[in-house]
Each structure stands twice: as C-alpha cells, then as structure tokens.
C-alpha cells in the first residue's frame, strides 16, 4: 500500500478544501481508513476515520465542518473541509489499517506522507 495525498494548499478562515487520498491506483476497498494531522511541536491526532463498513467517526474539533468518505470505486478516499480556521493549519495525512477499522488507540499499518494545509 502507497498512500498519496493531494489537496493541500493555503485557504482564508471561513473557506474549503478537499483533501484526497489515493494508493497508486489500487482500490481501497476493506480497509479502515483515516485523516490525521499534525501541527508544529504537537502530536499527530486522529480526526476522522471510515471503517470498513462505512462507518465514519470525527473527533470533536472537526464534527460538523469535515467529511470523509470513499469514492464509490473505491479509489479513493476524500476529506471535505469545510469552515476553516487557524487552528486547522495542519500537514494532514491519510492512513489505512488491514484489520478494517482505525482508532485514536489503534496504529495504521500505512501512512501517506502528508499535504500542507494553511489556513490565515
């Protein structure tokens, strides 16, 4: 599995960006699959998670302005960021588990290596 993200970029609060995630053309299908995002000096926090069934969960401090989901081939996985502010300023990544679920107590088995998200 090789996880690439794309999306990122520099945004004004208030605005959108839509993050993608894909694994070089292979489908993502059975996998749980995730968003994180680390900001400088701070440790990499899990925000939003898509499990294996279609389960989605979100941490507190994007419930409501973020989406994930997966495309419906399957190829790709999305994060839909709505109402940004400063304090999402962040190099987020996307992650994919085997076992068919992720959560803030469980490590992923792949990571992608991030996309800078800028938010002034």
């Known amino acids: 599995v090789q996880l690439v993200e794309s999306g990122g970029g520099s945004v004004q609060a208030g605005g959108s960006l839509l993050l993608s995630c894909k694994d070089a053309g292979y489908s993502l299908r059975g996998y749980g699959l995730a968003w994180y995002r680390q900001s400088p000096g701070k440790e990499r926090d899990l925000i939003a998670s898509?499990?294996?069934?279609?389960?989605?969960s979100y941490a507190d401090s994007v419930k409501g302005r973020f989406t994930i989901s997966l495309g419906n081939a399957k190829m790709t996985l999305f994060l839909q960021m709505n109402d940004l502010s400063t304090d999402d300023t962040a190099v987020y990544y996307c992650?994919?588990?085997?076992?068919?679920?992720?959560?803030?107590?469980?490590?992923?088995?792949?990571w992608g290596l991030g996309t800078q998200v800028t938010v002034s």
């Open positions: 992650a994919a588990a085997e076992k068919g679920y992720v959560t803030a107590l469980t490590r992923p088995d792949w």
């Open positions: 898509i499990r294996n069934d279609g389960t989605t």
